[in-house]
């Protein structure tokens, strides 16, 4: 039962790690100063990248347990 949504249960920790390093709440770095400048370049696309993944992670397990989708 849980091997089949295998995929679906990576891309949720995937998006949930996203979410919160996008969002500050995990930490990248020790060092403030780098820390900082990961964030800046990173940090944009992790806080719409994250939820994004989550979403989509949610649909397809629920669309799998349905049986909406083709996938056996």
Same mark, same amino acid.
């Given at each position: 039962? %849980? ?26 770095? +020790? ?5 900082? +400048? ?5 940090? +944009?696309? %992790? +806080?719409?990248?994250?939820? %994004?993944? %989550? ?18």
């Amino acid at each position: 039962m %849980l091997a089949a949504y295998i995929d679906e249960i990576i891309m949720f920790f995937a998006g949930a790690w996203a979410t919160a390093t996008g969002f500050g709440y995990l930490r990248v770095s +020790k060092d403030p100063i780098a820390e900082e +400048k990961w964030r800046a370049r990173f940090g +944009k696309h %992790l +806080k719409w990248i994250g939820p %994004l993944l %989550l979403l989509i992670a949610t649909v397809l397990a629920v669309a799998k347990f349905t049986g909406a989708s083709g996938a056996t």
